[in-house]
């Protein structure tokens, strides 16, 4: 089993694999990210060339599309080898012409793909409750199924390639729009001079609340106070280029995602104002101490 691209969600990743038993070979183009994994004895490859030719699947999960084009295409890339019936699970989150593409190369070399992007942060992928979009051949998606298991509480095959893309696009504005209208409404309760935490509690029992807010409403109130909320798990640059992504893939469409826009614009001056590393549950406390006494 190989893992190309070692961020966050790469890392947990790879080790939910190693846990659940399996063999893992890793690499990332900054070998930094490897030392965490090597300390527990994974082995790590030379280059994405070497990834594959110790693996039969292999999971990537890069930045985005300029990334997968370097991985996949440079001189000693993932395509650059044999790759004749191996099957390749991307998991990125990229617009659906992005996988549409790179399913044709795939193609040409003799191999499979499956996109796969999922849904859930460090925390879900370290415990194998992640969400999986698939899209694909239904033989690929049986071909990974049962790693796929593993990895999710959920997986589904919406159809062709580019159908996972398209749901987690579809899935992830939502919350990326809830954490700007959240810090939108505390701003205009702040001034009642209610405890966060107790604030945050009664905001995740209305009708507005996602489930989110009821997993991480510790962070979120804690955050509110100036206080530390632990280490980030979906930061804010990240929640921007997905914001990017949505943009431009309705673009592509031929409409326009005007909330999806305006909370892109908010997170654009929160990331210049110095918050673009900090944890999507610190984003309310930007607007609301922004906008309010």
């Not at 930094?32 to 292999?58: F, H, N, Q, Y």
């Not at 790179?102 to 859930?120: I, S």
């Not at 609340?209 to 990240?238: E, I, W």
């Not at 673009?276 to 984003?283: A, N, P, Q, V």
Request: net charge negative; glycine share 10%; charged share 20%.
């Amino acid at each position: 089993m190989g893992v190309a691209g070692l961020g966050r969600m790469g890392s947990a990743i790879a080790q939910r694999l190693i846990e659940v038993g399996h063999e893992v070979v890793v690499w990332n183009r900054s070998a930094e990210k490897t030392k965490p994994l090597a300390e527990l004895g994974v082995a790590v490859a030379a280059s994405p060339k070497d990834l594959v030719g110790r693996a039969e699947l292999i999971i990537t999960l890069l930045t985005d599309a300029d990334a997968i084009d370097r991985v996949f295409g440079c001189d000693e890339g993932l395509l650059a080898g044999s790759v004749a019936g191996k099957l390749f699970v991307e998991m990125s989150t990229v617009q659906p012409s992005t996988e549409q593409a790179l399913a044709q190369r795939v193609a040409a070399k003799g191999a499979a793909l499956l996109e796969c992007p999922v849904g859930g942060t460090v925390g879900p992928a370290l415990s194998g409750k992640l969400l999986g979009f698939a899209g694909g051949a239904q033989a690929d998606f049986d071909r990974a199924k049962p790693i796929l298991d593993q990895l999710c509480r959920r997986v589904e095959l919406m159809g062709p390639i580019g159908s996972g893309s398209s749901m987690k696009l579809a899935i992830n504005l939502p919350l990326a729009v809830f954490w700007q209208s959240f810090g939108e409404a505390y701003a205009l309760c702040r001034h009642l001079g209610r405890d966060a935490a107790w604030m945050v509690e009664l905001f995740a029992e209305t009708s507005g609340a996602p489930n989110v807010l009821r997993a991480r409403g510790s962070a979120v109130a804690k955050a509110l106070q100036s206080q530390d909320p632990g280490s980030a798990t979906f930061d804010c640059d990240s929640i921007r280029k997905d914001l990017r992504t949505m943009v431009a893939e309705a673009q592509a469409l031929g409409f326009s995602l005007p909330l999806a826009q305006q909370t892109l614009t908010v997170f654009d001056q929160a990331s210049q104002a110095g918050w673009g590393g900090r944890d999507c549950t610190e984003l309310p406390a930007y607007w609301s101490t922004k906008h309010s006494g």
